[in-house]
């Protein structure tokens, strides 16, 4: 796994509360994890301070899943 | 008429996180006085408080028992403290598990004075540091006062009227009374009723300390910091945490067996119309809503055992005893008066909810809890039982409960045992 995951994961599971084993690369935040929204918003500002990406609103609009957030960061990252 | 009764209570408090554990540690004359160390209190005048402690404490608290781990995240403190004392309430009430009938008909009356300043404050910082794109996406659900309301009702289903009093120090006691007339007047047949605050953050201590209104002369002896009554005392000492009851109309509660702790029989409420924080001189507006609430309880000053006092551990204090002494008139001498602000700090928005609980263990117990660090009475409490140091076992039949916010409002409630 490769380290980019793994900082994504260790995220989604202090924001959202949820066990390490359900965060898998293909886990729906809503459907799979029990974000609305506004966690999602909140999960996109977390992944910007940690990666130093900036994710506009219509990318983060298309990040539902875990492995879209680590593909979105490992492509645009500096 | 449709009669008002307590059949839950819940607690979160500097002395403890359950309702027994506060109690006999009140009754024991603790004190939950400390330094602050949830910030840094470099540069700040007041270096006390009385802070709800940590889980791993003899009487901490523990958020994560009644309070998703998401929840406990997005919201201020004073959120996390109402939704856990309105769970307690419930679990004691046993209601936790009402049929959809019920829920249409219960519902949620839990404010708080002041709201999510820490909050607030923090985030302030955010968007002054990095900017109004990493402001939370939760901070103004987070902050607001009836968002324990809100949080409560999502939690339990609880489908009845959602209200939040926002009258400073005086919410907890004007949420019991607006919950209770709710019920009286047929809006609901159960409700959550109650306050609570946790402002215990740089912002909250510098703003009291500068409108001199917190004690900032025994930052070295902070369990005798909160002296009411006393010759010595110079401010009140900031507490936190929550208390919330289950009120409920007579006839439910005695149809499914509910444990009935008291009636609650009469409700006062006043304005001073005279100072943002300094109360009239002659106590006229706590008076008027004392006499209020006993009017309405059909009752006269000798029925009453107990009185919970405002009694900040300021200059108010003995404005607030003047105002009862000309109301008792001979019946003073019966009466007991005490502040357990002296023991758990002032709860500001949290202090009617938690001194009610403390007046109906009082009519369950058939003791008065203690004032605390009342070493030399201040001119004017001749002839006043204000129980110092130590809790006392005496007949209570009826009890009254004092609070009074800035912006010179006052609540009274008068509780009493029922048959």
Not at chain 1, 22 to 38: M, P
Not at chain 2, 181 to 187: A, E, P
Request: charged share 25%.
């Amino acid at each position: 796994m490769s380290d980019t995951a793994d900082r994504v994961k260790k995220i989604v599971v202090e924001h959202l509360g949820v066990e390490a084993e359900k965060v898998t690369e293909d886990a729906s935040f809503i459907d799979d994890l029990g974000a609305d929204s506004l966690d999602i918003v909140e999960l996109v500002m977390a992944f910007e301070e940690e990666f130093g990406v900036e994710i506009p609103d219509d990318a983060a609009e298309k990040i539902s899943t875990v492995s879209d957030a680590i593909k979105y960061i490992e492509e645009n990252k500096g | 008429m449709r009669r008002v009764v307590v059949t839950g209570l819940g607690l979160v408090t500097p002395l403890g996180a359950d309702v027994e554990t506060v109690w006999a540690n009140i009754l024991a004359s603790k004190s939950g006085a400390g330094p602050i160390t949830k910030f840094d209190t470099t540069g700040q005048k007041c270096l006390i408080a009385c802070e709800v402690k940590p889980a791993d404490h003899e009487y901490g608290f523990d958020a994560g028992k009644r309070v998703d781990h998401k929840i406990q995240r997005q919201v201020d403190p004073f959120i996390v403290f109402g939704i856990d004392a309105a769970g307690q309430a419930l679990e004691d009430a046993g209601l936790t598990d009402m049929s959809e009938e019920d829920k249409l008909m219960a519902g949620c009356s839990i404010g708080s004075g002041i709201g999510g300043l820490p909050g607030i404050e923090s985030e302030s910082l955010v968007l002054a540091e990095k900017g109004p794109g990493r402001v939370s996406p939760h901070f103004v659900h987070g902050r607001l006062i009836n968002l324990i309301s809100g949080q409560v009702s999502i939690k339990y289903g609880l489908k009845g009227p959602n209200h939040a009093v926002v009258t400073a120090c005086s919410t907890g006691a004007h949420s019991i009374g607006d919950a209770a007339r709710m019920i009286r007047d047929g809006d609901a047949d159960i409700m959550l009723a109650g306050g609570a605050e946790s402002t215990v953050c740089p912002i909250g201590i510098a703003g009291f300390a500068q409108a001199r209104a917190l004690n900032c002369s025994y930052n070295d002896r902070p369990e005798q910091a909160s002296r009411p009554y006393d010759k010595d005392r110079d401010g009140f000492v900031m507490g936190e945490g929550a208390g919330v009851l289950v009120l409920e109309e007579y006839e439910h509660a005695k149809a499914r067996g509910a444990k009935i702790y008291c009636e609650v029989i009469g409700y006062g409420l006043s304005g001073d119309a005279y100072h943002v924080t300094a109360p009239h001189p002659d106590g006229d507006g706590a008076y008027r809503s004392m006499q209020m609430a006993l009017k309405k309880a059909g009752m006269t000053p000798a029925d009453i055992d107990y009185i919970n006092a405002h009694g900040t551990s300021t200059m108010a204090d003995t404005i607030e005893l003047g105002a009862v002494r000309r109301l008792f008139g001979d019946a003073i001498g019966n009466v007991s008066m005490s502040s357990t602000k002296s023991a758990i700090g002032h709860l500001l928005g949290g202090a009617g909810a938690v001194e009610s609980i403390f007046c109906i263990l009082a009519l369950r117990d058939q003791i008065v809890p203690p004032t605390l660090n009342l070493d030399n009475p201040d001119e004017g409490c001749e002839g006043v039982d204000l129980v110092p140091h130590v809790a006392r076992k005496r007949e209570v039949r009826a009890v009254l409960n004092n609070s009074f916010g800035f912006g010179g409002t006052n609540a009274s409630l008068v509780m009493r045992k029922i048959d």
